[in-house]
């Protein structure tokens, strides 16, 4: 049999290993939205604009009132595995912040125009008179205008992969991805606000929770502003914890849709683990599961069901997205959900007043 020519086997350039690593990260516009909300949200910023143009393919620019990069830092921002959130195995193993592969900024940066512009708080240093602005491509490193906090800018995205850049649909398509992936912050975080402009008009807004608003209020408030004050009408909160006994404590909370109020596709189920969005078929099939007696056919439940679990019996590093966990012991978790779930409905069929959420 013919071999093929061997060819040498040589390390690949970093431009090119990162361009292969953002195939992973940077799926379409809604992507880069959804790693710079998080970047922001790490950040402590308390409200957060999202700025775009033609569904985010020519611009998607980010602001915060975080707690900025100072100027010395920014470069280093940028490169690969370089990260402020985790500093070791452990670290990593408890990890309490959105982000902590330090890959996003790096792999948009190969292959979007990237721009930095931060600003640190007054008395962090003598750089903190003003902003700084640094050009990804150019590396070149400017004072400029602006308040505490960060903007990021992406612009042309995919413009050097022509082929990637063939993959994405319509504007309105990509637009409706990007609102989709900070509706699903913005359900987390009722203490932040976020605004959505496209093509310099408001989209969305959801204003952040009164300072002193109890966390039941805020996220009530929220829900309704996101999925729909229908929702919040035919829904019941969920307020649930194992028993205190338990080697394992999980508690959930949020709110489900009433059997009625189930829709036929699956598209307003937001699960989240530790303040994370996630996809996971544990959650969805708990949940299913606990509507399975009221729900007729294929129709699906509506819910936003928070999950707050042990870091360290759930690993987030599985996927460059973090939109898929693995739990360490995911019958317990099954079992959660399911109880949290069906002792709502449950008890709002007996007429009981049904648990404030905590
Ligand atoms: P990661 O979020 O995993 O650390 P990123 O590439 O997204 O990696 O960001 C790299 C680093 O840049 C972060 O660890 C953080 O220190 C800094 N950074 C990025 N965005 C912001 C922001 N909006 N505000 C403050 N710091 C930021
Ligand atoms: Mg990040």
Redesign the pocket.
Known sequence: PRHAQRRTILELPDELISQIAAGEVVERPASVVR??V???L??G?HHVTVRLLAGGVRLIA?E?D????PRN?LP???KRH????IRSLDELESVG???????????IASVAELS?L?RTPPGDSADAEHAWLLNARTGELSPAPRGV??S?EVRELFYATPARRKFLKTDATELAHCVEAVRRHALARPDVGFAIWHEGKLVEQWRAAPPGASPEDSMAQRLGDVLGREFLDNSLPVAWRSSSDHPHPIRVWGRVGLPDFARARADQQFAYVNGRFVRDKVVSHAARAAFEDVLHGQRQPVYALFMEIDPRRVDVNVHPTKIEVRFRDSREVHQAVRHAVEDTLAASRAGQPVAATP
């Open positions: 790693e710079l998080d970047n922001a790490d950040a910023a980010v915060d975080g707690q900025g990069i830092e280093v921002a940028l370089a990260t402020s959130k912040t959105m982000g902590f592969r330090g890959e996003a900024l790096a792999a930095l931060s906090g960060t990021v």
